[in-house]
Nanobody, 126 residues
Framework: QVQLVESGGGLVQAGGSLRLSCAAS????????MGWFRQAPGKEREFVAA????????YYADSVKGRFAISRDNAKNTVYLQMNSLKPEDTAVYYC???????????????????WGQGTQVTVSS
C-alpha cells in the first residue's frame, strides 16, 4: 500500500511558477517510479512527467517539456513538480501517482499507476 498527498497548488498568473509536492508513505519510496498527471475540466486525464526510482531518468509530455521539471528526494519520501512559464492551458487538477511495478521504466499510461493522490488544483490566469 502507498499513500500519496499532494500540495502546492494554487492560483498564478500566466508566466508564473509553482512547485507541487507529493509526500508518500507506506511501501519503500525508493523502490518505484513516480508520475504526475493532470485533468482539466471536460478533458481526460493526461500524462505530465515521470521519474525513475533514483531520479536518474525522467520523461515529459511534449506540452510541458522545457517548462516543467520533475524531481524526487528519497530521504524525504517526496516527489516534486517544478512548473515554470505557466500558461492558462496548464490549468487542471494535478495528481501524483506511484507505479509500484516499475523502478526504471517510465510509463505514460495512467493504467500502470496503482496508487494516486487526491489531487491539487492549479489555476493559471491570463
Amino acid at each position: 500500500q502507498v499513500q500519496l498527498v499532494e500540495s502546492g497548488g494554487g492560483l498564478v498568473q500566466a508566466g508564473g511558477s509553482l512547485r507541487l509536492s507529493c509526500a508518500a508513505s507506506g511501501r519503500t519510496f525508493s523502490s518505484y517510479a513516480m508520475g504526475w498527471f493532470r485533468q482539466a475540466p471536460g478533458k481526460e486525464r493526461e500524462f505530465v512527467a515521470a521519474i525513475s526510482w533514483s531520479g536518474g531518468s525522467t520523461y515529459y509530455a511534449d506540452s510541458v517539456k522545457g517548462r516543467f521539471a520533475i524531481s524526487r528526494d528519497n530521504a524525504k519520501n517526496t516527489v516534486y513538480l517544478q512548473m515554470n512559464s505557466l500558461k492558462p492551458e496548464d490549468t487542471a487538477v494535478y495528481y501524483c501517482a506511484a507505479d509500484i511495478r516499475s523502478s526504471y521504466y517510465l510509463d505514460t499510461s495512467d493504467t500502470s499507476y496503482l496508487y494516486w493522490g487526491q489531487g491539487t488544483q492549479v489555476t493559471v490566469s491570463s
